[in-house]
């Protein structure tokens, strides 16, 4: 299944825009970007995304807040991060799903599609 509508939370614009265009060429509608934990709750607030590809640490804060808030509102959400792995994340993330940086594109579309099966 393909999202539709996609929201980024990513610092990093440069790496937000290749993943906005990755997902352009999935076919992926709606795609909103997010720098920060203020504006990704911003976004949030005006849409209800499919999916949400997070970045762990970002400018004002971890997410790890934000994503307990998409779990209780059944918002699909993984983590992308450059951690490696999920062992350091707090024990209610231990089993997230995690797209490992840097990735190409076909690592970002297997993703994707792992995040809507579920």
């Known amino acids: 299944m393909l999202p539709q509508r996609v929201l980024i939370v990513e610092d990093e614009y440069l790496v937000a825009m290749d993943v906005e265009t990755s997902l352009q060429s999935m076919g992926v509608k709606s795609i909103d970007i997010a720098t920060t934990l203020f504006q990704a709750k911003e976004s949030l607030s005006r849409a209800t995304p499919d999916c949400v590809l997070l970045d762990v640490s970002l400018s004002d804060g971890m997410s ?25 994340f707090p024990p209610d993330f231990a089993d997230a799903h995690l797209l490992d940086k840097p990735f190409g594109e076909t690592e970002l579309k297997a993703f994707v599609a792992r995040l809507m099966e579920n």
């Open 64 to 88: 790890y807040e934000l994503a307990r808030h998409l779990k209780e509102h059944s918002i699909r959400f993984g983590f992308v991060s450059g951690y490696g792995d999920t062992s350091g």
